[in-house]
């Protein structure tokens, strides 16, 4: 009989408490799975009185997670406090040096060190194990790592932030404001006093970071993903968004292109009818496009105690078994170099909603200013204060009016040029809404 895994958690709090009560609660089923006992050994949080709705009797409590780290009595070091910085990285570092498999659940921290850390484990012969890092309990890690290895992946998006895509769905279903909607997040617990790391994309795109260098075998690189956030979409955007057969949602994608891998985090209109545009509330979703397959589409619950724990411990469970996978999926001195695909010559579809002025000839302006820059129109529809859409009619007196545009594929550079120019000959009021639109 093999000794059972010794774990030492350090960070007790949402995830850490839950990861405990899973591993005593789940015991059997665990070393029936892994051939071997788990057993928490050691655990560690900033406040040793805090209740915590977790039996922590028979289990030692660590004066710091240095000690946890470095405690020759624990096998697998478990990081669950956060923060991209110390305690938490100085922890893994001396963790991973003296030979111990580590599992975290802290994507700041693997977006930022994570190729440092994969080549520590490398070197020393332990596991880095992040699956909950990542949408949560949705196990995209491995299926990217492992379940794809032999399969070219040409890309990968995905509805990676809850909070943003509990407050679009709600802004659609309700008609309800950004603003409201936010207020509404943080009362449930959704949205963090300070929202702005989510609804601006930081949070998408820390975890897309880690995607497409598990996609492509490039360096993790969150500098290289261009971000842009929610805030600026309206109820109007969405409700002409389904009126055209198309629902917004926050992605991040990376997608290979002819001029490199292309990172972008934005709001996205997504066709009514595609997987991922069903995914509503709280919930991730991942989809991957491979070569020579239909797309994989992933769902499930991205975040909270329950659904976290669940990935960690699947972590845990394999290191228990002794699956050592490399975390990148390839050695880190093998992994390609990361440049920021410029957005400039992105290429897509775009939704544009102007505010047209009452001018005679509006609409032939805005239409000429696109055709210069050879940009063919799908669609072009007006709405009129009842909220009704209605093809454009140039002669039609009203005060300004939005005016939606869905353009064909063209390139993000011409479709920039083509909006100065409409500014500029003054038929619009305000700035262009634009959204890009991700067709399949
Ligand atoms: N919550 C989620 O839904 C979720 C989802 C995906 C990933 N994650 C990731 O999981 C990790 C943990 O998140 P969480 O939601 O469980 O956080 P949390 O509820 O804030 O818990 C953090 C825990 O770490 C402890 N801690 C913080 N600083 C410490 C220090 N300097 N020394 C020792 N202990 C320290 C805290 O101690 P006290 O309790 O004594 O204050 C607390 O127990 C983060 O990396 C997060 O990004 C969380």
Known sequence: MIAPLRVGIAGLGTVGAEVVRLIEQQ????????????KVVAVTARSKTKKRGVDLRGIRWAKDPMAIAVDPEVDCFVELMGGVGDPALSAIEAALASGKSVVTANKALI??????????????????????????????????????????????????????????????????????????????GYAEANPSFDVDGHDTAQKLAILASLAFGTKVAQSAVYVEGITSIAAADLRAAAELGYRVKLLGVAVRTATGIEQRVHPTMVPRTSSIAQVMGVTNAVTIDGAGISPITLVGPGAGGAATASAVLADIADVARGVRALPFGRPVAKLAATTKAPMERHEGGYYIRLMARDLAGTAARIA???????????????????????????????????VILITYATSEDAMRRALQAVQSDKVISGRPQVIRIEKN
């Open 27 to 38: 015991g059997k089923i665990l070393s029936a799975r892994c051939g071997r006992g788990i």
């Open 111 to 188: 977006a930022r060190h994570g190729l440092k850390l994969a080549a520590l484990a490398e070197q020393h012969g332990g596991a880095l194990n992040y699956e909950a890092a990542v949408a949560g309990a949705i196990p995209v890690v491995k299926t990217l790592r492992e379940g794809l290895a032999g399969t070219g992946v040409d890309r990968v998006y995905g509805i990676l932030n809850g909070t943003c895509n509990y407050i679009l769905s709600r802004m659609e279903q309700e008609g309800l404001s950004f603003a409201d909607c936010l207020k509404d997040a943080q009362r449930l």
């Open 368 to 402: 000429t200013r696109l055709a210069e820059q050879k940009i063919s129109i799908e669609s072009i529809v007006q709405r009129h204060p009842d909220g009704m859409i209605d093809a454009v009619d140039a002669t039609k007196k009203s005060s300004p009016v939005p």
